[in-house]
């Protein structure tokens, strides 16, 4: 049998995925107060921007609620944005707008890789984003809610606006959110436009059709997480048609929006379908190379169909962003092939 672990320990495991996303896009600790009412994020301004982004083209000050549920106000229209996740980045440049900095796991948009280096996600460098002279942070709701006043003591005056993503449509409201900040609408709505088409495209894939029943994991294959539908891969499988089989499981993992789920009772599950992401170094042994090597999970109808499939760490783990609409095209084909 080959071997049934594919991370080095729990613990590893655990680490690295509070340090990747906080997977559920919750803290570390404690819920942030806000976080239920993040989809009111696109709540009206007390002024609107609307335009171009220039200072002519939005009326300023502006003040709007952000998705951590604070009231923030933008005293100008904002020119040196620092945006504090890969997430946080990728909604920044696709509402239209630019960051002056990166963190040190930002890919996408490729422009950003000779920005100046602020630190990683989960351990800003609080003296670079200092450096960088903002006039504006984009924080991350789902990562770094928990050094909001840390952040918003070292600033001073200059204005922290949190977005971030728990479901699919979070990504749309943290869109047409910054659009307004940005003064550029148009190209926020156009972004968010796209979200919402993608969600109706996969409502339309699996209208009449028997929803498969789907494993979602995470982790060693001896000791796996599953996905709850809380999650947000979990929302992107419940939007794509499947019905996910650890719903209803308690959420005992180490870090919400999961479930510690032994490998008797997912190989007992009767998947039509399995779906891993896998953690650890690009071009390395994948979850699903393992589920497929592993006799516990020969017994599926996943495995004897071949239908195990490793999804893409970045789009369904690690960065929530605009580029869920083509995770959430690319999980619905998989889903539902023909």
């Known amino acids: 049998m080959p071997p049934r672990r594919l991370l080095p320990s729990l613990v590893a495991l655990a680490l690295a995925l509070a340090a990747l996303l906080a997977l559920a896009c919750g803290d570390d600790e404690d819920e942030p107060a806000g976080t239920d009412g993040m989809m009111d994020a696109a709540t009206t301004a007390t002024r609107t921007a609307t335009g171009s982004p220039t200072a002519a083209a939005a009326a300023y000050p502006l003040t709007l609620k952000d998705m951590l549920g604070k009231d923030v106000t933008i005293p100008a229209a904002p020119r040196r944005i620092v945006a504090t996740s890969p997430s946080a980045i990728e909604i920044l440049y696709a509402a239209g707008g630019k960051s002056v900095a990166r963190t040190s796991t930002a890919r996408v948009p490729a422009e950003v890789a000779s920005l100046p280096d602020i630190g990683r996600a989960e351990q800003l460098s609080f003296e670079q984003i200092v450096a960088q ?23 001073g005056n ?21 659009g307004r900040i940005t003064g550029t609408p148009a190209v926020a709505e156009a972004a968010a436009k796209k979200m919402d088409d993608a969600k109706a495209a996969a409502k339309q894939a699996a209208a009449g059709k028997t929803a498969p029943k789907a494993l979602m994991i995470i982790g060693a294959t001896n000791d796996p997480y599953a996905a709850l539908p809380e999650s947000f891969v979990g929302d992107l499988l419940g939007l794509a048609g499947g019905t996910n089989i650890a719903a209803g499981l308690p959420a005992n993992a180490p870090f919400p929006g999961y479930t510690k789920l032994a490998v008797e009772r997912a190989a007992s599950s009767a998947a039509d379908i399995v779906l891993t992401v896998t953690l650890g170094r690009p071009g390395g042994p994948t979850l699903a190379d393992a589920v497929k090597g592993d006799a516990a999970y020969a017994v599926l109808p996943a495995v004897k169909q071949g239908r195990v499939h490793n999804l893409d760490v970045e789009v369904y783990l690690q960065s929530p962003s605009p580029r869920a609409a083509d995770g959430l095209a690319s999980l619905t084909k998989l889903l539902f092939p023909q």
């Open 158 to 178: 200059v204005p922290v606006v949190f977005v971030g993503a728990t479901k699919y449509d979070d990504v749309a409201a943290a869109l047409r959110l910054v």
């Open 133 to 155: 002279r903002p006039d504006l942070v984009l924080a991350d709701a789902s990562l770094q809610a928990q050094v909001a006043p840390q952040l918003t003591a070292t600033l």
